[in-house]
């Protein structure tokens, strides 16, 4: 691979992302300016934190085959096999569920199949070992050399990634609001932000493992945990994939009043999450808070 395939700015990324603002009485009633900070018109094929978690892990490559992992439904798995299009290189996607390999590809797995990636199904206890040298082991000795990336993209190249999500916002807000899958993106953007900013986490995953796995995160990518974060573990809506009645409701309302196609899964919670909490008085008169849009439906 030549390195004008490895430039990815050659696929024109909107960097930095817009900020706009988000005229809202359920936070201008406490004080509180809305700001959403639109990562999701980054790349139409790359959108949102994918690009940023993925684009030195992609340079590290360096046009090798990737080899991945996710659900049926992953938006990590989509954003890989279409980088894997753009730029010329083979993927190889290890989708959780040995029960699918026999079925119709749904929309998103048929996406990454179009896109050339290789899809390999497997049962779901080894998809819980795949980190082990076992498993690992097992899926190089099929495919051959690998650049292994984890499930949801997260990793020290990625942390460091989205540092620059927080660089774009240095001086313009107190609190980020991100929702979270893996840590990744959180990891990298507390430690892109300055002093008297934080940022927050709102997990759409059950099992409050996640603020380890963000301090673990950090100590790879920058020696020890970094900036000021924390998370909020209340609006999972029943874990990851889960959602209500009340949330779909919450996304269609908010879809009226400003515009925005929300996305249930991760940018529905986080917002839902942000109007409690203005409502509880977490942020004080006077403040700026910033939702990163890290998706589209």
Known sequence: MTDEKLDLSRLQPVLP????????????????????????LIHPDLP??????????????????VLTFGGAYSNHLRATAAAGRLLGFPTVGVVRGDELAGRPLNASLARCAADGMRLHFVDRATYRAKASTDVLEGLLSLFGECVVIPEGGSNALAAQGCTELGRELLGRTGTVAVACGTGGTLAGLAAGLGHGQRALGIPVLRGGFLGAAVR?????????????????ERFHFGGYARTTPELHAFADDFEDRHGLPVERLYVAKLLYGLTVLAGEGAFAPGSTVTAVVTGRP
């Open 216 to 232: 673990d995160l950090q100590r790879e990518a920058f020696g020890a945990p970094t900036g000021q974060w924390s998370l909020d």
């Open 17 to 40: 992302s817009p900020l706009q603002p988000a005229e809202d009485e359920r936070f201008a009633r406490h004080g509180v300016t809305l700001l959403l900070k639109r990562d999701d």
């Open 48 to 65: 949102g934190n994918k690009w940023r978690k993925l684009a030195l892990n992609l340079r590290a490559a360096a046009g090798r085959t």
